[in-house]
């Protein structure tokens, strides 16, 4: 039996838009669910079914409508502005369905943006190229990211992600722009990096192929969570 402690806390999150004409869609429909550290979760779900509005309530890009977040026993819902954009910066990396990597930067700048981003100037090249050789492109740092694959440019996008060594790293659909064949590769990569090097995944997708690489599953519709698998036995020790 693994032990793990609780990293983050989620209780009966709702999140509510107001649309034209008074009509209010809601995306989130009281979640909750405990993610532990060093965990590797997928979070399944047909499209609009709060995954994403899910993602961004734990990254601190959205605040809910009501509901209770915590990171390590601290409730953020209630973090100013400022609180939350250093809680991105420091702590969340994010890796999306869309690269988003800068045309007219290289590739270690790229991932260098990252570290720019929380202020640190020193050994930056170093930083990147070590993690750069971590995924795979160690070989590939002066190129631009028209001159790779959609592949390889998401190992830039996981290898920005990771560069700041963050507590939390949350994935939007990180294989939804890529051939199958591609996608297991980038799902194998980023499950690799999670036994290697740490950190908490959690990736959102409605490819149930991922569930594969998972420690437990979410199955997300409707804005609640209909049922979860577990691929490990765990006991919880929750110091908070």
Known sequence: MESKEI???ISDLHREFQMGDGIVVKALRGISM?????????????SGSGKTTLLNQIGGI???????????????TEWSANKLAEYRRNKV?????FFNLIPSLRVWENVGLALEFQGKRKMIKTHCISILDA?????KIDRFPSQLSGGEQQRVAIARALVKNPDLIVADEPTGNLDFVTGQKIANLMKELNQEFGGTYIVVSHDVSMTKKADRVFHLRDGHIESFESNKVIAVENPY
């Open 62 to 76: 959205d605040s809910p409508t009501h509901g209770s977040i915590k990171i390590k026993g601290i409730e953020i």
């Open 93 to 97: 990396g994010w890796i999306f369905q």
């Open 135 to 139: 995924v795979g492109l160690g070989d």
């Open 7 to 9: 990293l983050i806390s």
């Open 34 to 46: 405990e993610i532990y550290k060093g965990e590797f979760v997928v979070v399944l779900g047909p």
